[in-house]
């Protein structure tokens, strides 16, 4: 069936510049908030190292919103904010990071692209090639990925191989394929993962207008933590007076490499996400945290899925359990804030959804509640 010819301008086709046409503007719809329209490299463009005439591949990344956390904030004693990553396009930071290294791979020409994965890499890599047009290979940890992103991963289309073996080994592998053989490697040992990562700290510092005194985040690889350090010190370098926050760094207690000081053989945590016993990016987190005089610490996984459960029920934030592990080492180690200083601003970041993983969800509470179709019944479970 065929309506009524389009008079509408913004339902104009696509001008067709570009390949996606984002940087140029082609398809830019109208709307009061356009930057949330807008892709991470079109938005940062000037501090990313890309020209508006490359080819962008984008699904409209970035400009998460920054929530304040009440409940969370009262336990701290402190403005506590949730970066919340989980609304990116495939529901985590990945995407930032995928925007920048899918559209450099195809601007080298590249027709496939790989990467190892504890899932949401995969997932990401999957829609970021499937957009491009090229071939996506994703390395996951056989049975070891939540079910939100194999699904994800294999929907978009991408070549999914369960490696029986640990997220360090199918780094290991694919580091080798991408030398041997004409396929892009995009897991954030690439640089390009790093420089649009290191955007969101961009959009902190421009959504607090003023000082943030602590970052807590998650570090499995250690690429995100190197990317946010990145963001801050150019912001810092830019203008001395945006200073550095803290770099608190948290791990999962099973998957602790950077606490220990030594690679964990057989990492372990229900926040699958983060079992990863021997980061790439080790060093550079070092950097981070000492530099920033933050510091590491781990917790347990019950610490992870309370601060999970928390969020989801007190804060009205459903986040993955490997994200909850920033909030989880807030609470329990704090962030560095001396007693007696000013009432101090701590951002947790949130890196994934919580819809992500919804077996844990499932697992972690009340069952629903059974009824029979009438009205006697539905007063009986409800009314107390
Ligand atoms: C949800 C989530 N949180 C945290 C991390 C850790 O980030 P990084 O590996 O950059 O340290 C990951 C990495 O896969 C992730 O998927």
Redesign the pocket.
């Known amino acids: 069936m065929t309506g009524p010819a389009c008079t509408d301008p913004r339902l104009a086709p696509p001008s067709g510049r570009g390949l996606d046409g984002a940087a140029e503007g082609g398809h830019r719809l109208r709307g009061t908030d356009s930057i949330r329209r807008m892709g991470l490299i079109e938005r940062y463009i000037e501090r990313l190292p890309f020209a508006a005439t490359d080819p962008i591949v984008s699904l409209n990344e970035g400009s998460t919103p920054l929530i304040h956390a009440p409940r969370l904030s009262d336990r701290v004693g402190a403005d506590v904010y949730l970066k919340y990553e989980g609304l990116n396009p495939t529901g985590?930071f990945?995407d930032r990071g995928m925007t920048c290294a899918v559209s450099a791979a195809v601007r080298e020409g590249a027709e496939a692209v790989i990467c190892a994965s504890?899932?949401?890499?995969a997932a990401a890599l999957a829609a970021y090639a499937a957009r491009a047009g090229i071939r996506g290979v994703v390395l996951v940890p056989d049975g070891k990925i939540a079910a939100g992103k194999l699904a994800q991963a294999l929907m978009h289309g991408a070549e999914v191989i369960a490696l029986r073996g640990n997220f360090d080994e199918a780094l290991r592998l694919v580091r080798q394929i991408a030398d041997a053989h004409p396929i892009a490697l995009v897991n954030?040992v690439n640089d390009f993962r790093i420089e649009g990562q290191k955007c969101a700290a961009f959009e902190i510092q421009e959504d607090l207008e003023g000082q943030l005194d602590a970052l807590c985040i998650?570090?499995?690889?250690?690429?995100?933590?190197t990317a946010y350090w990145k963001g801050f010190r150019e912001l810092h370098a830019e203008d001395p007076s945006v200073s550095l926050p803290r770099m608190v760094g948290f791990q999962a207690r099973g998957a602790n490499p950077l606490v220990r000081g030594e690679a964990v053989a057989a990492p372990e945590t229900v926040a699958s996400?983060?079992r990863?016993g021997n980061?790439a990016r080790w060093e550079e987190a070092m950097t981070a945290m000492t530099g920033s005089g933050g510091s590491v610490n781990d917790v347990t996984d019950e610490e992870i899925l309370d601060a999970y459960r928390f969020l989801a029920r007190e804060e009205g934030v459903f986040c993955?359990p490997?994200?909850a592990t920033s909030v989880a080492g807030l609470l329990k180690h704090g962030a560095g804030i001396e007693p007696g200083s000013d009432r101090q601003r701590i951002a947790c970041v949130l890196?994934?959804h919580g819809l992500k993983d919804p077996q844990t969800a499932m697992d972690e509470s009340t069952p629903v509640i059974p009824c029979e179709p009438s009205l006697a019944a539905l007063e009986k479970v409800l009314i107390r």
């Open positions: 985590s990945k504890t899932g949401n890499t954030s998650p570090v499995g690889n250690a690429g995100n933590i996400a983060i990863i980061p993955e490997a994200s890196t994934g």
